[in-house]
């Protein structure tokens, strides 16, 4: 072996290998549906740590109502529950980061 590639060698022992990369998740997909202006503001809501009833008693809506249109927020997100649409819903930038 020739000094140069002796001393290439030498270089090349002396650091780590390269780590294999790490894989990383694609980013979401935007929804196919856009959301309503009410789902919207109930996901703010949502996302806000407002229980269904409290929902309901800033919008002067029904519990049932904001169910209602929860059962939407979800479907059009592709999630199940409000975990997973806030945390979606942070990943699309439709929220504010919580």
Known sequence: ???????IATLLNAFPAPA?????SPPPQPLVESLTER???ILHLIAAGLTNKEIAGEL?????TV?????PIYG????NN???AVTKAG???LISSV
């Open 76 to 79: 059009k997100m592709e999630v």
């Open 39 to 41: 789902e919207l503001e």
């Open 91 to 93: 990943l699309l930038h």
């Open 67 to 71: 169910k209602v249109h929860t059962a």
């Open 60 to 64: 002067v809506i029904s519990p049932g």
């Open 20 to 24: 294999a990369p790490v894989p990383v």
């Open 1 to 7: 072996m020739s000094p140069t590639a002796a001393y």
């Open 82 to 84: 409000r975990t997973q």
